[in-house]
Protein backbone atom coordinates (compact mmCIF):
# COMPACT_ATOMS: atom_id res chain seq x y z
CA UNK A 1 0.00 0.00 0.00
CA UNK A 2 0.98 3.20 -1.07
CA UNK A 3 1.70 5.73 1.72
CA UNK A 4 1.17 8.93 1.69
CA UNK A 5 2.29 12.19 3.94
CA UNK A 6 0.76 15.30 3.83
CA UNK A 7 2.24 18.90 4.55
CA UNK A 8 2.38 22.90 3.49
CA UNK A 9 -1.01 23.71 6.25
CA UNK A 10 -0.21 26.08 8.55
CA UNK A 11 -1.88 29.08 9.21
CA UNK A 12 -2.78 32.50 7.02
CA UNK A 13 -4.98 35.46 6.77
CA UNK A 14 -7.65 35.89 4.58
CA UNK A 15 -7.17 36.52 1.24
CA UNK A 16 -3.94 34.78 1.48
CA UNK A 17 -2.09 31.43 -0.17
CA UNK A 18 -1.01 28.05 0.69
CA UNK A 19 0.62 25.40 -1.41
CA UNK A 20 -0.43 22.05 0.10
CA UNK A 21 1.95 18.54 -1.08
CA UNK A 22 1.04 15.11 -0.66
CA UNK A 23 4.29 12.93 -1.30
CA UNK A 24 3.76 9.01 -2.14
CA UNK A 25 6.16 6.33 -0.50
CA UNK A 26 6.26 5.14 -3.93
CA UNK A 27 4.84 5.77 -7.61
CA UNK A 28 1.13 5.34 -7.01
CA UNK A 29 1.24 4.62 -11.16
CA UNK A 30 -0.87 6.67 -14.00
CA UNK A 31 -4.30 4.85 -13.44
CA UNK A 32 -4.78 6.15 -10.03
CA UNK A 33 -6.99 8.78 -9.05
CA UNK A 34 -5.77 11.43 -6.71
CA UNK A 35 -7.82 13.51 -4.55
CA UNK A 36 -7.72 16.34 -1.92
CA UNK A 37 -10.53 16.30 0.99
CA UNK A 38 -11.09 18.96 4.43
CA UNK A 39 -12.81 18.03 7.28
CA UNK A 40 -13.60 20.57 10.06
CA UNK A 41 -14.82 19.74 13.30
CA UNK A 42 -18.52 18.41 13.33
CA UNK A 43 -18.95 18.74 9.43
CA UNK A 44 -18.46 15.36 6.88
CA UNK A 45 -15.09 15.28 5.01
CA UNK A 46 -15.66 17.51 1.78
CA UNK A 47 -14.02 16.42 -1.10
CA UNK A 48 -12.54 19.49 -3.29
CA UNK A 49 -10.79 18.59 -6.40
CA UNK A 50 -9.04 15.30 -7.98
CA UNK A 51 -7.02 14.46 -10.52
CA UNK A 52 -6.50 11.28 -12.82
CA UNK A 53 -2.59 10.72 -12.85
CA UNK A 54 -2.76 9.19 -16.32
CA UNK A 55 -3.71 12.33 -18.22
CA UNK A 56 -3.87 14.94 -15.54
CA UNK A 57 -7.94 15.72 -16.28
CA UNK A 58 -8.91 17.36 -12.69
CA UNK A 59 -12.25 18.45 -11.87
CA UNK A 60 -13.35 20.49 -8.80
CA UNK A 61 -15.75 21.15 -5.96
CA UNK A 62 -18.29 23.91 -6.43
CA UNK A 63 -17.33 25.45 -3.00
CA UNK A 64 -13.63 26.06 -4.35
CA UNK A 65 -14.27 27.36 -7.54
CA UNK A 66 -11.44 28.75 -9.16
CA UNK A 67 -9.48 29.42 -6.22
CA UNK A 68 -8.15 25.99 -5.69
CA UNK A 69 -5.67 24.37 -7.95
CA UNK A 70 -4.46 20.31 -8.15
CA UNK A 71 -1.57 19.13 -9.94
CA UNK A 72 1.09 16.33 -9.38
CA UNK A 73 4.41 15.74 -10.36
CA UNK A 74 5.05 12.07 -11.09
CA UNK A 75 8.91 12.52 -11.09
CA UNK A 76 9.00 13.53 -7.41
CA UNK A 77 5.30 11.45 -6.28
CA UNK A 78 3.84 14.63 -5.44
CA UNK A 79 -0.16 15.78 -5.63
CA UNK A 80 -0.36 19.42 -4.72
CA UNK A 81 -3.37 21.85 -3.89
CA UNK A 82 -2.54 25.50 -4.90
CA UNK A 83 -5.15 27.45 -2.52
CA UNK A 84 -6.02 31.24 -3.18
CA UNK A 85 -8.05 33.86 -1.70
CA UNK A 86 -8.44 32.17 1.12
CA UNK A 87 -11.41 32.42 3.06
CA UNK A 88 -12.21 31.88 6.99
CA UNK A 89 -14.40 28.98 6.38
CA UNK A 90 -11.48 26.89 4.57
CA UNK A 91 -10.25 26.64 8.23
CA UNK A 92 -10.18 22.89 8.41
CA UNK A 93 -8.08 19.66 8.15
CA UNK A 94 -6.65 18.92 4.62
CA UNK A 95 -5.90 15.39 3.32
CA UNK A 96 -5.08 13.62 0.87
CA UNK A 97 -6.27 10.24 -0.98
CA UNK A 98 -5.50 7.86 -3.54
CA UNK A 99 -7.60 5.23 -5.30
CA UNK A 100 -6.41 3.09 -7.96
CA UNK A 101 -8.55 2.52 -10.50
CA UNK A 102 -9.61 -0.60 -12.53
CA UNK A 103 -11.57 -0.78 -15.68
CA UNK A 104 -11.92 2.97 -15.95
CA UNK A 105 -10.09 6.18 -16.30
CA UNK A 106 -11.83 9.00 -14.89
CA UNK A 107 -12.02 9.62 -11.64
CA UNK A 108 -15.48 9.79 -9.50
CA UNK A 109 -17.76 13.35 -9.23
CA UNK A 110 -16.67 14.92 -6.03
CA UNK A 111 -20.14 14.58 -4.53
CA UNK A 112 -21.40 13.63 -1.11
CA UNK A 113 -19.85 10.29 -0.06
CA UNK A 114 -17.12 10.13 -2.08
CA UNK A 115 -14.37 9.87 0.09
CA UNK A 116 -15.99 6.50 0.71
CA UNK A 117 -14.52 5.79 -3.20
CA UNK A 118 -10.67 6.56 -1.72
CA UNK A 119 -9.09 3.59 -0.04
CA UNK A 120 -5.62 5.50 0.96
CA UNK A 121 -5.59 8.47 2.88
CA UNK A 122 -2.68 10.51 4.57
CA UNK A 123 -2.65 11.78 8.19
CA UNK A 124 -3.77 15.17 7.28
CA UNK A 125 -2.53 18.98 7.59
CA UNK A 126 -4.09 21.65 9.20
CA UNK A 127 -5.02 24.94 7.43
CA UNK A 128 -5.88 27.93 9.55
CA UNK A 129 -7.48 31.10 7.91
CA UNK A 130 -7.97 34.46 9.90
CA UNK A 131 -10.10 37.12 8.77
Known amino acids: QVQLMESGGGSVQAGGSLTLSCVAS????????MAWFRQSPGKTREGLAAIYRGDDSAHYAGSVGVRFTISHDSAKNTLYLQMNSLKPEDTAMYYC????????????????????????WGQGTQVTVSS
Open 26 to 33: TDPGSSTC
Open 97 to 120: ASKRLVGSRRCPPLSSGVDNFFDN
